[in-house]
């Protein structure tokens, strides 16, 4: 599956950037608006990964089909909009691969489940992303990952056949989509995975402990 690449796609929080405090420190504004004693941010970090869902299921114990759910979300949402910056970092070696990537003569680019409303501002903002070919957010197509839709329109901004691509991401829905896609997929184990998850299970092509660890794998493309 590595052979032949001319591509690489990541997925965004937990993969290229390091957004856990900030997401966390939404969630927390709001248990502390309503007199609530504030979570350390380790509490938070695990669930970064599942976006809304992890974060206010974190600071309220609620899951989707909570009758207040959606409000509290878009809470959330605003909370999340107003500091999406503040203490959002790119992981260590993400700045190198992404380089090497280009050296290589390869395409990169990003499809999150995050919404546009949030990715475009947010990668704007980091200077990193202006090389990336493809910015694919969770409502750029009708589906979001698990669904294949979001890689193979990524694939096609590249003008690139999903087989010349891999997908890189730190949780089991990019494995998923990635693999409905036809392309090879990475599973990154330094993201937000948490506790109970293991990432061996995914059916991955290969996983990485480290941004610089995918070059290994570049180097048989």
């Keep these: 599956m590595f052979h032949n690449i001319r591509a690489v796609l990541f997925d965004l ?3 290229l950037i390091d957004s856990a405090p900030d997401l966390g420190a939404a969630a927390d504004k709001m248990r502390t608006d309503r007199g609530l004693p504030s979570l350390p941010p380790v509490r938070y970090r695990p ?8 974060m206010l299921g974190e600071a309220f ?5 909570h009758p207040e759910f959606a409000a509290l979300r878009e809470e959330f949402f605003a909370n999340y909009e107003s500091r999406m910056t ?7 070696g993400v700045p190198e691969l992404v380089d090497q990537i280009l050296q290589r003569n390869m395409a990169w680019g990003v499809v999150t489940n995050k919404a546009a409303r949030f990715t475009e501002p947010l990668t704007r903002a980091i200077p990193l992303f202006v090389t990336a070919g493809a910015v694919v957010s ?3 197509t009708p589906h979001a990952k698990p669904h294949p839709a979001p890689l193979l329109e990524a694939a096609a901004r590249l003008q690139l056949p999903p087989e010349q691509c891999i997908y890189v991401g730190d949780d ?4 998923v989509a990635g693999l409905a896609a036809g392309m090879g997929t ?3 184990t330094y993201g937000y995975l948490g506790a109970k998850t293991d990432p061996r299970e995914w059916g991955a092509h290969a996983t990485i402990k480290s941004p610089s660890e995918l070059l290994q794998l570049l180097a048989y493309a």
Aim: hydrophobic share 35%.
């Design 172 to 175: 089991e829905r990019d494995i």
């Design 61 to 65: 114990g609620m899951t989707p089909d």
């Design 86 to 92: 503040e203490n959002t970092t790119i992981f260590e």
């Design 138 to 140: 969770g409502d750029t």
């Design 186 to 188: 990475v599973a990154a």
């Design 47 to 54: 669930m970064a990964g599942a976006g809304a869902r992890g």
């Design 13 to 15: 929080d937990g993969t």
